[in-house]
């Protein structure tokens, strides 16, 4: 069945660090890759999105390419603020189920002043 | 801007109770879920649910959950015989099409604990 696999956290980073959490998948077909966000006590909000090999998506300074040939979807962020502390999921739809999310483990960010 | 919208936000139940966890998703969605977080873990896929029916469901998923839409705004998730371990936090979402091709808008979670 379908996988998604991400680095092992806790990530903790300088404010104006560059960030970058690897996500690699494992999926039958042509998935929908996600990047989704939890800040503390709320539910999970879509931070960006790639529906195809070589697309980039990119929200809020963020950045992941959706790389069909490493099956990886690695987010990146050139220079974090303490803003962005929060634990960020990995996703994919479509692989062998189109009808629902499967999530990796999640990686928790805490970033410094 | 919508959203998904979740009660109650802490449910506390004695094992072996009943407890039904309420969601309102997205007006013009047509996709449901539900998922839950034990603490610390990964978020799990229970149920998805489209034109009243299941869709597709998890192994978590077994007899003692169920899924019901009885009216037009509301979608609830049933657990009939509560357990120890599922104490967790249940998250509900939706969608306006299918997962591969429209984003998930998650509630805010219902944190279930049961003693």
């Known amino acids: 069945g379908d996988s998604v696999t991400q680095m092992e956290g806790p990530v903790t980073l300088s404010e104006e660090a560059f960030l970058t959490i690897n996500c690699t998948y494992t999926?039958?077909?042509?998935?929908?890759l996600f990047w989704y966000v939890q800040y503390p006590g709320e539910g999970l909000q879509l931070l960006l999105k790639?529906?195809?090999?070589?697309d980039k998506g990119s929200n809020k300074g963020f950045e992941a390419t959706y790389r069909k040939e490493t099956t990886s979807f690695h987010l990146e962020k050139g220079s974090v603020q303490v803003s962005d502390s929060a634990v960020y999921f990995c996703?994919?739809?479509?692989?062998?189920?189109?009808?629902?999310?499967?999530f990796g483990q999640g990686t928790i960010l805490t970033v410094h002043p | 801007e919508p959203e998904v919208t979740q009660t109650p936000s802490h449910q506390v139940t004695q094992m072996g109770q009943e407890v039904i966890l309420r969601c309102v998703p997205i007006s013009n969605h047509l996709y449901f879920y539900w998922y839950r977080q034990i603490l610390g873990q990964k978020v799990e896929f229970l149920v998805s649910f489209y034109n009243n029916e299941i869709s597709e469901k998890s192994e978590i998923f077994d007899d003692q959950f169920s899924v019901e839409r009885p009216d037009g705004s509301n979608f609830t998730l049933k657990i009939r015989s509560t357990k120890l371990e599922d104490s967790a936090m249940y998250f509900c979402?939706?969608?306006?099409?299918?997962?591969?091709?429209?984003?998930?808008?998650f509630g805010n979670g219902t944190r279930l604990t049961v003693t």
């Open positions: 790639a529906t195809k090999a070589d």
């Open positions: 979402a939706s969608s306006e099409f299918s997962a591969r091709n429209s984003p998930l808008h």
């Open positions: 996703a994919l739809a479509g692989g062998t189920s189109y009808g629902k999310l499967t």
């Open positions: 999926a039958t077909g042509y998935p929908s």
